[in-house]
C-alpha cells in the first residue's frame, strides 16, 4: 500500500458533522423543525426517497427551487401539478436531501428534530423523529438509485456515524420504522451496496 493514496471522493473525511452541520453541503433553512426530547441520544439514520411529481425528478419550480426544495420551506405552489393538491398544507422535512446527481442540501441541524417519519417506531421506541436523522434521496419505488446518490449517501453517514456513534448500529429505512404505512425507500435501494461502502469507510 502506498503511504499517500490518492484521495477520492470515497475518502473518509470528504464529508464532515460537526455543531450539527454537514460539510460540505449546501444549506437551505426548513421552518419545519423543533427540538428533540431532553437528553435525547442521536442513534438513528431512516433512509427515504421522495419525488414530485412522483417518479419525476429535478422538477423545479417558476423560480427555479427544486420541488423538494420548495415542499421542505412550505413554499410549493400547491397548484402547480395536480398531485400536490392532495398534499396541500403538508409541513415536513428531512435533515438532508440527497439529489439524482449526488448533491446533498441540508434543511435541519442534526441536533434538532425533523419532521420526516410520521408516526413510527423503531426497536419498541416511538416517535423515531425524536432521535433519529432523516435522510431523503430524490428517487421512487420504482427506480434504481443512481451511483451518484450512493457515492454521497455512503461517506455521508460515515461522517455521521463519527459524530454520532449510537447511530452506528442503527441504519434504517421509512418502510422498517412505519410498515404498512410507508414504503420508502423501496425494493430498488440496494441496503447491502449502501452497509459494504459505509463499512469500507469506517475501517480506513
Ligand atoms: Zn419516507
Not at 437528553?39 to 419550480?61: G, K, R
Not at 441504519?171 to 404505512?181: Q, V, Y
Request: charged letters at 20%; one cysteine or more; hydrophobic letters at 40%.
Amino acid at each position: 500500500m502506498p503511504t499517500s493514496a490518492p484521495k477520492n471522493s470515497q475518502s473518509a473525511d470528504s464529508f464532515t458533522v460537526a455543531a450539527g452541520r454537514l460539510t460540505p453541503a449546501k444549506w437551505v433553512a426548513s421552518p419545519n423543525f423543533n427540538p428533540r426530547p431532553d437528553n435525547t441520544v442521536i442513534n438513528a439514520i431512516v433512509i427515504h426517497n421522495i419525488s414530485l411529481p412522483p417518479n419525476e425528478f429535478s422538477q423545479q419550480d417558476a423560480k427555479g427551487n427544486h420541488y423538494v426544495e420548495a415542499l421542505f420551506t412550505n413554499t410549493l405552489d400547491w397548484d402547480a401539478h395536480p398531485y400536490f393538491k392532495t398534499i396541500e398544507g403538508m409541513e415536513v422535512s428531512a435533515h438532508l436531501f440527497i439529489q439524482r446527481d449526488g448533491r446533498v442540501t441540508q434543511f435541519v441541524d442534526f441536533n434538532e428534530r425533523a419532521w420526516h417519519a410520521g408516526r413510527s417506531s423503531y426497536l419498541a421506541q416511538a416517535e423515531c423523529n425524536d432521535y433519529s436523522i432523516g435522510i431523503e434521496l430524490e428517487g421512487s419505488d420504482f427506480q434504481a438509485f443512481t451511483e451518484a446518490q450512493y457515492a454521497t449517501l455512503a461517506p455521508v453517514i460515515a461522517a455521521i456515524h463519527q459524530a454520532y456513534p449510537q447511530t452506528r448500529r442503527h441504519l434504517t429505512g421509512h418502510s422498517d420504522i412505519a410498515p404498512g404505512r410507508k414504503t420508502d425507500p423501496g425494493p430498488f435501494f440496494d441496503w447491502a451496496k449502501l452497509r459494504e461502502s459505509v463499512s469500507a469507510l469506517m475501517r480506513l
